[in-house]
């Protein structure tokens, strides 16, 4: 099936530093989502990329979508301690009718103040 | 906010009972999906289903593993005799549409011992 690798798988950064978090796939991607889960919660949607080469912006975080559809990155600027949480890349299974996700590893985030 | 909504939160369980694990998804929703996550690791596709019946299903979703939707609104996933490796996270998801966001439930955290 669909693999995604994600790296790095643990990033420690001090309040106000940046933070990059890339995902990678031999196959191309047809679309790939990004979700945040906070210690001891549940995946929650962030954003979702479609077309090749896009980027998106919520506030702090940039989302980018290769040229290639075959990888993506998160990208935090200046992190703040509500950022804690673990990333998780997700790949929609292209051969799934039911939109089936393949997740990456994901990088669990610190934030030391 | 709608949310999905999981119970029970917490469920201990002996080696080879049987569990029920519930989910109640977003009303106007029509994908449903169980995902599991062991500590630590990353969340694992298990079972899509679609008007009343499975869709797909994963190579973990052996025949220990069973879905309902007995009333309407209610969504479960049963585990016919637990193992040690059953031990996870246990969360619903619904979508309105294929290729929207997921919207995962807070999960069930199963301990079989």
């Known amino acids: 099936g669909q693999q995604v690798m994600q790296i790095p798988q643990y990033q420690h950064v001090q309040e106000g530093e940046d933070f990059t978090t890339y995902c990678n796939s031999s196959?191309?991607?047809?679309?790939i989502q990004w979700y945040k889960q906070r210690p001891g919660g549940h995946p929650v949607f962030l954003i979702q990329?479609?077309?090749?080469?896009e980027v998106k912006k919520q506030k702090r975080l940039t989302f980018q979508f290769g040229e290639a559809k075959k990888n993506s990155s998160l990208h935090i600027t200046a992190t703040q301690t509500t950022d804690v949480g673990t990333y998780f890349c997700?790949?929609?299974?292209?051969?799934?009718?039911?939109?089936?996700?393949?997740f990456g590893r994901g990088t669990q985030l610190t934030v030391w103040p | 906010e709608p949310e999905v909504t999981q119970t029970p939160s917490h469920q201990v369980t002996q080696m080879g009972q049987e569990v029920i694990l519930r989910c109640v998804p977003i009303?106007?929703?029509?994908?449903f999906y169980w995902y599991r996550q062991i500590l630590g690791q990353k969340v694992e596709f298990l079972v899509s289903?679609?008007?009343?019946?499975?869709?797909?299903k994963s190579e973990i979703f052996d025949d220990q593993f069973s879905v309902e939707r007995p009333d309407g609104s209610n969504f479960t996933l049963k585990i016919r005799s637990t193992k040690l490796e059953d031990s996870a996270m246990y969360f619903c998801?619904?979508?309105?549409?294929?290729?929207?966001?997921?919207?995962f439930g807070q999960g069930t955290r199963l301990t079989v011992v």
């Open positions: 990329l479609v077309k090749s080469g």
């Open positions: 009303s106007n929703h029509l994908y």
């Open positions: 289903f679609y008007n009343n019946e499975i869709s797909e």
């Open positions: 998801a619904s979508r309105w549409a294929v290729n929207t966001e997921a919207f």
């Open positions: 196959t191309t991607l047809s679309n």
């Open positions: 997700a790949a929609f299974d292209r051969g799934s009718t039911l939109g089936r996700l393949y």
